[in-house]
RNA sequence: GGAAGAUUAGCUCAGCUGGUUCAGAGCACCUGCCUUACAAGCAGGGGGUCGACGGUUCGAAUCCGCCAUCUUCCACCA
């Protein structure tokens, strides 16, 4: 036996084992006869690198992962990463402008060249991390979304899509981002309230030749920089205010255009001036109104957000320095009324928090609705479960309220979209360029591979990720759903739990359903577990700005891998937020040393074959079985219900409580002459079998510290490992075992609470008398841990303490050493108590109403609180009697 | 503007279909201990009108209504 320092190191240990594990290929899973337990990741953006939101994710999925594999089954996590378009191409974008590079200046090739050699630097540095933390994933199976035969997954989606007739192009109001120069989807805006401010425009009313009359009306609006896009002026039908504009021109300022006035019952009579401007090409609502009444479109704005040739004025200039700028020429002009301050929602960009630019442009889109009632009712059904459930309604009405979903991209990292244009502009989609030409040869012969060209666009990242669960095993399959599923497909599918945020709900896992209904005609998963959000103590989000996000690999290398996951996992309820603070992860830190020493403790025990077993440690050990067993059926129960933080407390107080401080305590040998006495082999083997049982019940979350001691703990195979040891099994037991113990470990405690209070230090053996009820089987362990060397039964007699335990009347004769008074007085106020406890269980038991109408249990539940109480009662005088006689 | 959820000890939470003395856990806190596994520890202890007000019921932390506060999601009022 090796010398083992006091504190648990668990840097060395770590490393030593991951890579262990890696070696013998242990994470590692093959379709067998076993059944299957799968986890897709939930793919890291693939330069992105480990924060606190991954490592909740990530240990939730080991946990569940480790637990399925020691439960038997062939438990496979895919590892992976996304390409993350927007996200990794304003990075490379970024990159190239430090190297002097603008993107402009490039071609697509050279682009993307460069964009894959950044990939190939940066790349998946996370999941290098990520085994930092310990997570068992199967890293033969990672995957990235742009992989070759999981982009051809995407195209052939595409292509399947749209002969299905669900994917079209269009020309639509769409979400510009100005500074990441793409158009994004309606989840990818976030709408913050925004101080701007409301302005109150003179429009005039003209004269019919292109000048002015003296009448005008006065426009509010919140972008003034838009006036020169004006296509009408509106005003609702009913309002009576303004029915002597109707048929007439306004002129728009400034530029003196004359549009028309136009009635729209869109218009509320009583918003702002009930004179609204008709903006087509700038707002969403504009547009409509524009294409009710047929009004021209005028586009001012490009692609940069600044204004084009089409404003007359300003030309050039971006459109908030214009907003600016145009204020100060509406005043000089007279004709700014007045400017207010106004909150309004904006919409900005997710990835660039730039503001959204409502802009009318080409675009591919999906159609939602029949997919979108799949998903539905796949939640809905509970064929997919979320958990917690409160999701379902959130998820209800996104599902109910869905747009068409604008899936292409003006970027180059991503899965080009796989159009192709005939000169006359007819469009072809097909798989790769041959089949395109082959496509196009059938319209017209003469088309050679230089007429055609394709479409620019890239698609959406997620187009690609709601893929994910299928293409990791069987890139062919989608899109070709005539393709037979290949074994790993057909094994590892649908997948068991994924876990992953609220915040791509939407975005990930209802599309994830759509793709398995669309493609296999079944769930990917049918458990989903939504984490909170990891915010810090003082519950702000976690962020880089405000610096308050800890690095987890510090954290790792300060208290170790499984004192994080644990510090982790005892904050996280499901569903809520997660308030991270650093002292968890010592408390972590801290019961990784408890089960350190508690390991140092047992392994130091020598054995005698033939010594006998102490009656203490006979009931110790039949004891510590039965716990064993309730706390395993406690823990199973928790798993089942993902309450994971919950299934580890009971561990926790499992091992700390029950195993360290009562079963411990009660089987250490006694010292003779400084030397401890040898342990009995009945009391020994059972302790190291405890310790074994529990070191496979706390293995899932605590991977590192639990193989290195149950390695060490009995002579293992070269590919033995803790990871395929079986979970523990509850079995039988008696519960009066258990309670029996409760009941003495409040003696003890009580015991030892007499002791403190009477100073009675160093401590001296005691007597203990009782009467009533006593857990004859748990005698021998109250006299080890509470010092007591003879229990009878027997009344109270003399000087000394009683104390109450159920019925039972318990008593520690303390010759000399009783304040009679005092006990007098406690025992006065416990017995008033008591009474006023009967009178309320009396009165309860005197009201007709309830021992009529209340279930017989619980009527019977109350007589015996009453007998018990009348009992306590009897009990208690008879005490004061005795102290009173002293 | 609409919707959902939350409110229990100083902090983070549990308390499942109302009913055992139901008001709990962990951490933090207080007191005493460096006792030969562990001071990152041991032993003992204090602490809450279950957000407010009504209602249903024999009985409410638990069910219903309303109010307050917080969080989140959705939303095209210029």
Redesign the pocket.
């Known amino acids: 036996m090796k010398e083992l320092s006091?504190?648990?190191n668990p840097s060395e240990v770590e490393d030593k084992w991951y890579s262990r594990w890696m070696e013998k290929g242990f994470f590692h899973s093959e379709p067998d006869g076993r059944e299957p337990y799968t986890i897709v990741i939930p793919p890291p953006n693939v330069t992105g690198i480990l924060h606190m939101g991954h490592v909740l994710n990530n240990t939730l999925n080991d946990v569940l992962i480790r637990k399925a594999r020691m439960d038997g089954k062939n438990a496979c996590w895919v590892p992976g990463t996304d390409h993350a378009s927007i996200a990794t191409e304003s990075k490379v974008v970024a990159r190239l402008k430090e190297q002097g590079i603008s993107k402009e200046d490039l071609t697509r090739e050279e682009f993307l060249r460069h964009a894959w050699q950044w990939k190939e630097e940066h790349g998946g540095i996370i999941l290098k991390q990520l085994r930092k933390l310990g997570a068992s994933c199967d890293w033969d199976r990672t995957r990235f979304t742009m992989d070759p035969d999981l982009s051809d997954a995407v195209i052939s989606t595409f292509v399947h899509f749209y002969k299905k007739g669900l994917i079209y192009r269009g020309v639509r109001m769409v979400n510009w981002d100005p500074v990441g120069l793409t158009a994004v989807s309606?989840?990818e805006v976030?709408?913050k309230?925004t101080p701007s401010k409301f302005f109150h425009l003179r429009y005039y009313v003209s004269d019919g030749n292109g000048g002015r009359t003296d009448k005008y009306i006065v426009v509010?609006?919140?972008?003034p920089e838009t006036i020169m896009a004006d296509a009408a002026v509106s005003i609702n039908p009913d309002d009576e205010r303004y029915h002597w504009l109707k048929g007439k021109t306004v002129l728009i300022p400034l530029i003196n255009k004359e549009i028309p006035i136009i009635e729209d019952s869109?218009?509320?009579?009583?918003?702002?001036?009930?004179?609204?401007?008709v903006t087509p090409a700038h707002?969403?609502?504009d547009y409509?109104i524009g294409m009710r009444h047929n009004l021209p479109i005028t586009d001012i704005i490009d692609d940069h957000g600044r204004l084009n040739e089409n404003a007359v004025i300003l030309i050039g200039e971006d459109r908030f320095v214009a907003r600016k700028k145009i204020e100060k020429m509406l005043a000089e002009a007279g004709l700014l009324e007045k400017v207010e301050d106004y909150i309004?929602?904006i919409g900005y960009s997710e990835r660039t928090d730039a503001v959204i630019e409502p802009k009318l442009s080409t675009q591919w889109f999906l159609k939602m609705e029949d997919l979108a009632k799949v998903a539905l009712d796949s939640v809905e059904s509970g064929r997919t479960k979320l958990i917690p459930d409160?999701y379902r309604?959130?998820y209800r009405?996104?599902m109910e309220?869905v747009r068409d979903w604008c899936i292409s991209r003006q970027l180059w990292w991503g899965q080009r979209i796989p159009a192709w244009y005939l000169p006359d502009g007819t469009i072809v989609v097909e798989e790769n360029a041959e089949k395109a030409l082959a496509a196009a040869q059938k319209i017209d012969p003469a088309l050679t591979a230089a007429d055609i060209h394709q479409d620019e666009d890239v698609l959406d990242t997620w187009f690609s990720s709601w893929l994910w669960p299928i293409s990791v095993f069987d890139p062919e399959l989608p899109g070709h759903p005539d393709h037979k599923p290949n074994a790993d497909l057909a094994y590892y599918y649908p997948t068991n739990d994924l876990v992953t945020g609220?915040?791509i709900l939407?975005f990930w896992v209802a599309r994830m359903i759509m793709a398995g209904d669309e493609f296999l005609g079944k769930e990917p998963f049918s458990n989903v577990y939504l984490t909170g959000?990891v915010r810090d103590?003082i519950?702000r989000?976690m962020s880089k700005t405000l610096g308050n996000s800890p690095d987890p690999l510090d954290l790792i290398a300060k208290y170790g891998a499984d004192a994080v996951r644990i510090g982790m996992l005892?904050?996280s309820?499901?569903g809520?937020?997660?308030?991270y603070?650093e002292?968890?992860v010592?408390?972590g830190?801290?019961f990784?040393?408890?089960i350190w020493?508690?390991y140092?403790?047992i392994t130091?025990f020598a054995v005698s074959e033939t010594a006998e077993q102490p009656a203490a440690s006979a009931a110790a050990v039949e004891w510590f079985k039965a716990k064993l067993s309730s706390t395993i059926e406690a823990v199973e129960d928790h798993y089942s219900k993902f309450r994971i933080?919950?299934a580890l407390?009971a561990v926790?107080?499992l091992f700390?409580?029950d195993f360290?401080?009562w079963y411990?305590?009660i089987v250490?040998p006694a010292?003779e002459d400084?030397?401890?006495l040898p342990m009995d082999k009945a009391t020994y083997d059972a302790t190291i079998g405890f310790f074994d049982a529990l070191l496979r019940l706390i293995h899932p979350v605590m991977p590192f510290i639990t193989e290195e001691l149950w390695q060490d703990l009995a002579p293992r195979g070269e590919n033995e490992t803790i990871m395929f040891a079986k979970t523990p099994a509850a079995e039988a037991y008696d519960p009066a075992i258990l309670s029996d113990f409760a009941f003495a470990e409040e003696v003890?405690?009580?015991i030892?609470?007499i002791c403190?209070?009477k100073n009675l230090?160093p401590r001296q053996a005691l007597s203990l008398l009782f009467t009533g009820f006593f857990p004859e089987r748990d005698a021998a362990v109250i006299k080890k841990l509470a010092l007591v060397d003879s229990v009878e039964e027997g009344k109270a007699s003399g000087e000394g303490v009683s104390f109450m335990i159920g019925t039972s009347e318990l008593f520690v004769p303390l010759g000399g050493l009783v304040d009679t008074a005092e006990e007098i007085a406690k025992t006065e106020k416990e017995l008033d108590?008591?009474k006023r406890?009967l009178d309320s269980?009396r009165k309860?038991l005197s009201?007709e109403?309830?021992t009529s109408?209340?279930?017989e249990?619980?009527v019977a539940?109350?007589r015996?609180?009453e007998a018990?109480?009348l009992s306590?009662i009897a009990s208690l005088e008879a005490q004061l009697d005795t102290l009173r006689n002293l």
């Open positions: 006091a504190k648990y309606d989840e976030i709408h309230d509010a609006t919140t972008r869109y218009v509320e009579i009583g918003f702002g001036t009930g004179c609204l401007k707002d969403v609502n409509a309004s929602p409160k309604n959130t009405h996104w309220n609220p915040d939407f959000i103590k519950g989000k005892l904050c309820s499901a809520n937020d997660i308030f603070d002292s968890q010592e408390q830190r801290n990784c040393n408890k020493n508690s140092r403790l130091g933080s919950d407390m926790y107080r700390w409580d360290c401080s411990l305590e250490k010292y400084g030397k401890p003890i405690v009580a030892r609470g403190q209070q230090l108590y008591q406890f269980v309860k009201n109403a309830f109408r209340a279930p249990a619980v539940a109350e015996k609180k018990d109480a306590r």
